[in-house]
């Protein structure tokens, strides 16, 4: 399956170092130059934007093993879910989005998971909105992350489903998630 557990004094780390190395072998992004972030902020992704891919199965399968790095890289979640949404009918900006994940992987080989020793059990949930934040719909994207005693059992991100009307709602529909996941 490509996951690594690690125990150490500090805890059991999970990663899938192994995995990523060869999927930039895989890519021929070996020898690449590395990139301090997954996504590039200057760069808005559209559907349908630019000359279209030849090669759409190359473009889902790398999506698909971003996907499944992202199971203990959730560093590269986010990223991940937005070129996902162009599946369909992917654009050679949208690979080129793909590429540049990859090559912040080159630069991170080492993430992972840390799960700790912890005396403590409190449950602890961070929330968060991105007030219409992608840029084909307006739609608002809402993310959190659950702890239990300080470490992440629990995550999500994901496009609401209705435009919000103003950043304030979007924070609301984001905690209402949060919450549920609590429950």
Known sequence: MGIEVAQSNNGIVISQRKYAL??????GLMNSKSVDTCMDPNVKLL??????LLDLEKYRRLVGKLNYLSVTRLDISFAVSVVSQFLNSPCVDHLNAVTYILKYIKGSLGKGLLYGHNDHTGVVCYTDADWAG??????????????????????????QHVVARSSVEAKYRAMTLAACELI
């Not at 060869?22 to 890519?27: G, H, S, V, Y």
């Not at 629990?154 to 496009?159: A, P, V």
């Open 134 to 159: 992608s840029p084909s719909d307006r739609r608002s994207i809402s993310g959190y992350c659950v702890f239990i005693g300080g470490n992440l059992i629990s995550w999500k991100s994901k496009k």
């Open 22 to 27: 060869d999927l930039l072998e895989e890519t």
């Open 47 to 52: 559907p349908s934007q630019g000359e279209p």
